[in-house]
């Protein structure tokens, strides 16, 4: 049993990159226009696949498996799509909330790597993987093209929260506010990306 | 060491769902011009796929990491569909069994779930992704749109099954009919919205 | 805790994988126009893929959570394609360097199944899926078709890979010619196939 670590705020942490990659999921399958029962089943496996892929690489079981608010979270999220018209949901707005999810777990990896004995590095490596695999799983269900390939530093962005995340615990630096600042860098980032359509340098080297 | 469920009836459900899986994975292989290599290994993954994502959730091993009779039976399938012409197997005979498989999984992932510990509630999603991991696995692989976004209620019929299953084991009603009963059931939706094209409504808010 | 493998071959087996996949990872990267970061992720998840797949089937932590080396191989293997004009690597030659990862990964993912005790058969199983995963996922979260479905013999040579390998160690030959011997007879065939545009005759039953 490694050293635990708080769990309140981290379940909240949880909860939230639950919450909005749910939403994400059952966007997606609104603007299919799927039925209830698959959009809460997109809302689910978005919500817990970056968890559930950090666990077992971790090798620890899933998070949800006893988890009594999970589920709930998903089905009240699903319920929330269903309910209101998709305009509500730009596609805009979903980048913006499918940011949160990417951030959050990118820290909650790299911190529950780290809290289990990781190295900083591989760490890291974990909670950017951890980040992006919702969407993966989102995508490729969908038969969509992976939210990965956009140019508006997506990985860039969870990269930064995840490597903030390691150099803060690695200082032994007071938790929470590194968790909240990891996780606000990437954010703001990857929110600036959108909004002014910022890239890195693409490679350019074809010729 | 959780309470040891019948081995000699579970691994009956284990092989039905693999060969019926080995099935639709072999025909999709077919329906590509594939090598007989290509079909055994499609049939392999898509057969064994739903099970080891179970298995994987749940914490303990692959379940054909040890059985004798899992690989003899995918290769067998494949055997069957390479020396059969596939207008055999048409795309409707695929979709019916493709649901034996979704439904056969879905109960034995819920009740193996329950039977190592997990609540109800988390062991219905269990279930619920168990059932639908393999096809989304093929039609992965093979480049296709996934089943899953098929309006022809494929996530409901796992849920119904999953869910039938946890019912009846928290009720403590006896286990085998519990098992039959719940595949039966989500089986008999998914044929009858395969025959009649049957659909739940699906989400039409977007104006 | 199974009988140890020797850890400096089998550790420069895993690198050889992770370095050649990572290649792969990062050129489909570089042709799909991303930025560095991306690309080192794709070189990441595709080099570490197939290792982390074997590991988690057979139920280990995954072999890149504690090794120091990596992580570095795979930033080197970015940036040397970052500075580099894709031209120098060919769509062949990825073809080349994709079947060294392959078949390097096949006997290392039959070799450590069989270490762990797993049964001959399944471990070749075990093999030929750690060989395939990798480029299974670079396919998949690019978007673009699997390399799995191409025609010239790829699940056959990881096949031979695997096979070889489980037949040399169930009649207890020494270890590292097994394992050399393995992959090269793997890779001779598939370097046969791109080469030659050989293929073993396709699924044609369909009239």
């Known amino acids: 049993m490694p050293e635990l670590i708080p769990t309140p705020l981290l379940g909240a942490f949880d909860l939230l990159g639950v919450a909005v ?5 059952a966007l997606v399958a609104a603007r299919e226009k799927q039925t209830f029962v698959t959009m809460a089943f997109f809302a689910l496996v978005t919500g817990v696949g970056g968890g559930t892929v950090r666990d077992l690489l971790i090798g620890i079981p899933a998070f949800w498996a006893r988890d009594p608010w999970i589920a709930p979270v998903c089905l009240i ?19 913006y909330t499918d940011a949160v999810g990417l951030t959050a777990y990118a820290v909650l ?38 939210i990965l390939m956009r140019p508006e530093m997506y990985v860039t962005a969870a990269f930064v929260s995840a490597s903030g995340c390691a150099i803060g615990l690695y200082f032994d630096w007071p938790r929470v506010p590194v968790w ?20 890195l340098p693409p490679y350019s080297r074809n010729q």
């Open 21 to 25: 990659f749910a939403l994400s999921g």
């Open 77 to 95: 999220v699903a319920l929330l799509v269903w309910f209101t018209p998709t305009r509500w949901w730009e596609r805009k707005v979903l980048d």
């Open 109 to 146: 990896g790299t911190a529950k790597a780290i809290a289990y004995g990781i190295a900083p590095v591989p760490a890291v490596l974990m909670g950017v993987i951890t980040g992006t695999v919702g969407g993966v799983i989102r995508d490729v269900i969908a038969g969509r093209p992976s």
């Open 180 to 199: 909240i600042g990891a996780t606000a860098a990437g954010l703001a980032l990857r929110w600036a990306a959108i909004r002014w359509s910022l890239v």
